[in-house]
């Protein structure tokens, strides 16, 4: 090729990438509507994606831009998502409309990573469906009664072993709540999903943990691929690049593979997941194995990670305010003297003070930041402010709910940074279960299947937790709280670092008649 062809086809393909981003990136100019500061390819995530910025910052800052507006622009990479403001545009698309907007954006293309391109979250239409259906009664009361039992078991044995180990430290008490807390939702886990007693605090290298926190550690390598899928998941393809580590994926199947053919082999039966999906497989032909490993593991990455950094929160929470600790630890003694030293489901969960304490932390860190939805049908958003055209949503166009900014709108809670329980407590508490200013677990029909479960699982670990320990900060708690900008999920810049102290009189031992 002679050096003015080069040069002709360098420039043609210079300006095609120009205009390519330039039609890519005026999608909201061209419907007159603002949106957030964006660059070729990375879009409004630029600043996330370099580490400048946490993401909930950049939402709440796309979030408070433009107060007039019920919703504005924003773009996730190269794609342009609608960020919707408005209760009432939020509720008619979560919940009235749902028909038009029953999806999630799928986390990766299938043919990238088929665990977590199969599982609850990701399924879309009536492959979604059929596997809320079925998976559904394995959180009714009943299952729950039952998992309370399992729990329970892990979390005392959890609690005995910390308030034993911090007794003969020498000197200073301080713990990463965040590596010990995975230790205790990885064994729930293994127990409630699985059918497997692990006990991690004694064994930490066993493969159930090593090879949970390597799937679900989003580390630099693990963020790379993931922002690549995000951006050309073309390019994955064509380099074979995948997500989870194959160690990771040949594990967990072969564990469910294990289990499934023990309980065949044996006649076992227990009312968990798996359970459930066995007794499904006559009726569905395609609920092979790899189908169950894929709705199982997705149990376990969310009750691993985010049910761990919802306790940690609450944990730095509880720390941090000493009004809050001493009420709430009255509480847990009176239940423990009142069931002898044996609490029930029904006591824990009528805990008022424990369980506003856990929609609290979920008001003030939502695990998910934002919750989004992908359009099917075409609909109508009313115009984003008076004197404004409608604008006309199309099937893949996407849409986002800023939880976190608006569960921190002074609009909504008053004195919105602080922590503050009573917000859940008396007659005007706020209903957490029909709000739309209160949405950690979403919101509608694909709503959160397992809130239930992960809110169980954090009440009996602080339960037990602090019916043996008090939790104070320590030199490297962060306070006040500053979110990491280099971390995917929400974290605290310092860790999530407190001082556990075991306490000398408890409800725990029959002759104790006070506590500390």
Not at 150 to 178: R, T, Y
Not at 475 to 502: D, H, Q, V, Y
Request: glycine fraction near 4%; charged fraction near 25%; aromatic fraction near 12%.
């Amino acid at each position: 090729m002679d050096p003015l062809t080069m040069s002709l086809t360098f420039l043609v393909g210079c300006l095609g990438i120009f205009y390519y981003f330039r039609y890519s990136f005026g999608h909201f100019k061209r419907l007159g509507l603002p949106s957030a500061s964006a660059v070729p390819i990375l879009g409004s995530m630029w600043p996330f994606v370099f580490r400048l910025t946490p993401v909930v910052d950049l939402l709440v800052d796309a979030y408070n831009k433009y107060p007039e507006m019920k919703y504005i622009g924003f773009y996730d990479f190269s794609s342009p998502v609608f960020v919707i403001k408005d209760l009432e545009v939020i509720k008619s698309i979560a919940v009235k409309n749902f028909d038009s907007f029953p999806n999630h954006m799928p986390v990766v293309d299938p043919e990238l990573d088929e665990i977590f391109a199969n599982n609850l979250f990701s399924l879309q239409d009536d492959k979604w469906r059929q596997m809320r259906n079925l998976l559904t009664p394995a959180f009714t009361s009943s299952k729950m009664k039952y998992m309370f039992k399992l729990m329970s078991k892990c979390a005392a044995k959890f609690a005995d072993h910390i308030a034993l180990e911090q007794k003969d430290k020498p000197g200073n008490k301080e713990v990463d709540m965040k590596t010990i807390l995975t230790k205790y939702t990885n064994d729930v886990i293994a127990t409630c999903a699985f059918g497997i007693d692990v006990d991690t605090m004694k064994d930490p290298k066993n493969d159930f943990y090593v090879l949970g926190r390597k799937a679900t550690n989003f580390d630099a390598l693990m963020s790379a691929k993931f922002f690549l899928m995000r951006i050309a998941p073309w390019l994955c393809k064509l380099l074979d690049v995948k997500l989870m580590d194959e160690r990771v994926k040949k594990f967990f199947t072969s564990v469910v593979g294990s289990t499934v053919a023990t309980r065949d082999e044996k006649g076992i039966t227990r009312p968990d997941m798996i359970q459930l999906m066995m007794e499904a497989r006559d009726k569905n032909e395609d609920l092979d194995i790899r189908q169950m490993t894929s709705q199982a593991f997705i149990f376990f990455f969310g009750g691993f990670d985010t049910s761990s950094s919802v306790m940690c929160f609450a944990a730095h929470e509880i720390a941090v305010n000493p009004e809050v600790h001493e009420r709430l630890q009255a509480e847990v003694d009176e239940v423990f003297k009142e069931s002898h030293g044996d609490p029930t489901y029904e006591a824990i969960n009528s805990m008022e003070y424990l369980s506003a304490v856990l929609n609290e932390t979920l008001r003030v860190y939502p695990v998910a930041p934002m919750v989004d939805r992908v359009c099917v049908k075409e609909f109508e958003l009313p115009p984003a402010t008076p004197g404004m055209k409608p604008v006309t949503l199309y099937p893949g166009s996407r849409v986002w709910f800023p939880v976190y900014a608006i569960q921190r709108d002074p609009k909504y809670y008053p004195n919105p940074g602080k922590f503050d329980p009573e917000r859940f407590l008396g007659e005007d508490k706020l209903n957490v279960n029909n709000s739309t200013v209160y949405l950690p677990f979403g919101l509608g029909p694909r709503m959160c299947i397992g809130n239930r479960f992960a809110l169980l699982e954090c009440k009996v670990l602080l339960f037990h937790l602090l019916a043996r320990c008090n939790l104070k900060p320590s030199s490297k708690t962060c306070i006040p709280m500053e979110f990491s900008a280099k971390a995917f999920a929400m974290l605290p810049r310092t860790g999530f670092w407190l001082n556990l102290e075991p306490r000398r009189k408890t409800y725990l031992s029959p002759d104790s008649q006070s506590h500390s």
